[in-house]
């Protein structure tokens, strides 16, 4: 089978699991030859497929595996980045139904909106300096895999895993905060389940953004005025059940919520 053709199979077999709630098997051993690249050509079609089929548009990206621990339970040494698209947000104050995921899992992240253009190459004080707001956010992933089990270009392909994101209704500049030393207090039903720092994303959540940028720009792309980049985990992610109530604090940058039913 020709490269294009594999794309265009597991980028169909990923869009159906999801519009069909279904966990599928990973595709590494049916197709050898999908190493990183190629998952990334697998997303960008995945992405196609969404905006043309559920008329939607890019709303911004994310990264992911920004932790050391995470990367080492995956045997990878560098993060991984996704598309988030304008029909994956959802509002903090209206009820989430379970409904359309398969085994949804929630993580506390910061989000960066950029007040103009930012390409690569670009180092992370150039990201600072290009940040309007930052935002605290909830990422609601789901992977389309049979027990949330894959390698990393299986799950690249799978769009990072991404399914839905969240954000706070306050935003704040950067100046003044050192988003490194920012902690987060995140609570289930009342109760603190994790705390963690941004330190926690790659030393430093706009180095994440920094290494995902510069990754970016060796396809041609860049991250775009406006768009919104979902910077990475602060904890680890936990599994959403019926009816649960989480939020999350950030030291001086607000708190976000996310409330679920059946
Ligand atoms: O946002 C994330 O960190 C998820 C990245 C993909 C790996 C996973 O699903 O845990
Ligand atoms: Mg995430």
Redo the contacts with the bound molecule.
Sequence with gaps: MILTDTVEVIAEELFTAEAKIQEIDTFIHRYPELDAALAYKVQERLIEMKCERQKTHVRGH?????SVA?QKM?GVHEP?YGVLLNDMELDQQEPISLQPFIHA?I?PEIAFVFERDIKGPISVPEVLAATAYVIPAF?I?D?RYRN?K?TLPD?IADN???SRFILGDRIRKTDGLDLKVTGTVFKKNGQVIATGTGASVMGHPARAVAWMVNKLAARAQYVKAGEVV?S??LTE?FRIEENDVFSVGFDGLGVVQAIFTT
């Design positions: 994310k990264l992911g595996l920004t995470k995956m991984l899992k993580e990422e992933i992977s949330f894959f799950v990072a895993s991404s979902l990475g985990a992610a």
